[in-house]
């Protein structure tokens, strides 16, 4: 019988009367489970509650309580004489484009999208999923929007708008507004140790763009591409999509195993690291590895792509300076965003490109999307100017590395042989280690069920089979202590039955 198909259902829910859940909530998480992935398509019919308790051996009562949380949550639906089937429209798809992202409608031969698309849609991107709205404790990459300095933005955008000039309104320069690239170069060369002049930052739509122009321009379909393993889903989403092949890279305590990419594809065009702040295990790649890497790479002719997300934050010690301040032979394409210390929906990111590249590179960009929006940019680079971002980091470093300590300490408190937090020395999530034997993605999904959102690392693994499954990340920085306190409480509650031993 065809799983998607509700006739199958008894023999997809599989029920454990030690796991120390509720039956009915078992019976809730599994459905639940088969309709999110699509394995219960909208329309199926479910069998009736008691046809269904006596094939899973249980009381109706506890299939009746399942069906009412899936039916007042908006995931079935009951229909006079209709029984009791999926319903046709789910509730996250109300919310946002659903996270399978599978066509709902079937294409004639004579007019579908490219196979290429299809296949692309089947990616797991991590943000199709992601509500905004309130965070909900452990949610990653959440961080404390309300502590902007908008009223300095606004004044600021306010000056551009009393008097807004042609320059600002027309089509401006392919690679960005020139002083926002000053004030970037000027900031890199400064805190990050990055070797540039202006003529060489492009302003991208977020270092998405930079990661999407990168694998189109600098390497063809079917080359191999090096990429981390746990690693950044938006940068092996953006290799697959220039049909790379992405070759995963195991990463250890130096950071990314080089000599495995080697021996794995010696002959690959480009690799993606991110050596400040390891995403998402939080090494930092040592000396020895990156001069291994570089050494690789310009003896092979390959790109390497430094993604310096959120340097930024560091709490204990300096970062070291960023890799591509030892590149010699302009191998090195280095990328940022202020996504993490500003906000993530301003979509402002950039990148440095050696000066040989920078034609082809922007070439590549004019056709994409021309250039970033002007009144965006000129915003930022008076922000920049006028000391507010410099200001605006300093007071984030200390607010987060705060309530990373508040985070460690509720773990030692409430979560004392459930999960082991680790402190780390930067970033917005910490990393935490479960008991031998239980697997996080089952556990994310137990914690996901009591309102606390933890993401899996498995999440971020894509070598087969994966290594490891016992690490949950637990993002901190848009919580107060109060709900870093709280949450924890209700992630011990939640995982206390999963690790109880004997
Ligand atoms: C590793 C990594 N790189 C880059 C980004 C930022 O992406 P963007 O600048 O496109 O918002 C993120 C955001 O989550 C990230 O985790």
């Known amino acids: 019988m065809s799983p998607r198909s509700a006739g199958a259902l008894p023999l997809l829910v599989e029920l454990d009367a030690q796991a120390g ?8 998480q599994r459905i639940h489970s088969l309709i999110r992935e699509g394995l219960l398509s909208a329309g199926a019919r479910l069998p009736a509650t008691r046809v269904l308790a006596t094939e899973l051996d249980v009381s109706r009562n506890t299939v009746v309580t399942a069906f009412e949380r899936l039916a007042a949550e908006g995931y079935i639906e ?3 004489g209709g029984g009791t089937r999926v319903s046709q429209v789910l509730p996250d798809d109300m919310m946002e484009i659903a996270a399978s992202s599978m066509p709902r409608v079937s294409y004639g031969p004579d007019r579908a999208p490219s196979r290429r698309a299809l296949e692309l849609a089947q990616l797991r991107i991590r943000r199709w999923s992601e509500s905004a709205g309130p965070v909900e404790p452990f949610r990653l990459g959440a961080q404390a929007l309300s502590h902007f300095p908008a009223r300095d933005w606004a004044r600021l955008a306010r000056r551009h708008w009393a008097r807004p000039t ?29 070797n540039c002049d202006a003529d060489q930052i492009i302003i991208t739509s977020g270092s998405q763009q930079a990661l999407d122009l990168s694998a189109r321009v600098l390497a063809d379909p079917g080359d191999a591409a090096w990429m981390e393993d746990p690693g950044y889903d938006g940068a092996r989403g953006a290799m697959t999509a220039a049909g790379l092949d992405v070759v995963a ?39 020895a ?35 591509q301040g030892l590149d010699v032979r302009g191998c090195v394409i280095y990328a940022g965003t202020f996504s993490k210390v500003l906000f993530p929906s301003l979509r402002v990111g950039y990148m440095v490109v050696p000066h040989a590249l920078l034609d082809t590179m922007l070439h590549a960009r004019i ?10 940019q000129a915003v930022l680079a008076d922000f920049i100017a006028e000391g507010c971002f410099e200001r605006h980091i300093r007071r984030m470093r200390s607010l987060y590395r705060e309530r990373q300590e508040a985070l460690v300490c509720a773990g030692r408190q409430y979560l004392d042989g459930m999960l082991d937090l680790q402190p780390a020395n930067g970033g917005m999530h910490v990393v ?44 901190y920085a848009g919580l107060t202590p109060e709900q870093i306190a709280s949450g924890a409480e209700r992630l011990a509650r939640a995982l206390e039955p999963l690790t109880r031993r004997g």
């Open 166 to 194: 042609t320059m600002a309104m027309d089509y401006g320069s392919v690679a960005g507004y020139r002083p926002l690239r000053e004030g970037i170069a000027a900031y890199l060369q400064r805190a990050r140790g990055v």
């Open 21 to 28: 859940r509720p039956l009915h909530e078992q019976v809730y």
């Open 249 to 287: 890279v195991s990463i250890d305590e130096h950071g990314m195993n080089v000599a495995e990419g080697i021996q794995r594809a010696p002959r690959a065009k480009l690799a993606y690291v991110t050596p400040s702040h390891q995403f998402p295990l939080g090494i930092t790649m040592t000396l």
């Open 78 to 80: 009951g229909r006079a």
């Open 432 to 475: 935490g280690l479960l008991p031998p034997g239980v697997d996080d993605l089952h556990a994310a999904d137990v914690a996901s069920a009591a309102g606390v959102k933890v993401t899996p690392l498995s999440f971020f693994r894509f070598s087969n089979p994966a290594p490891d499954r016992r690490s949950l990340l637990l993002g």
């Open 367 to 376: 056709l994409s999307d021309v250039h970033p929006p002007t009144l965006a």
């Open 289 to 323: 590895r990156r001069r291994e890497l570089l050494r690789w790479a310009s003896g092979q002719g390959a790109w390497v792509f430094e993604d310096d997300y959120d340097s930024e934050f560091r709490y204990a010690t300096r970062p070291l300076p960023a890799l």
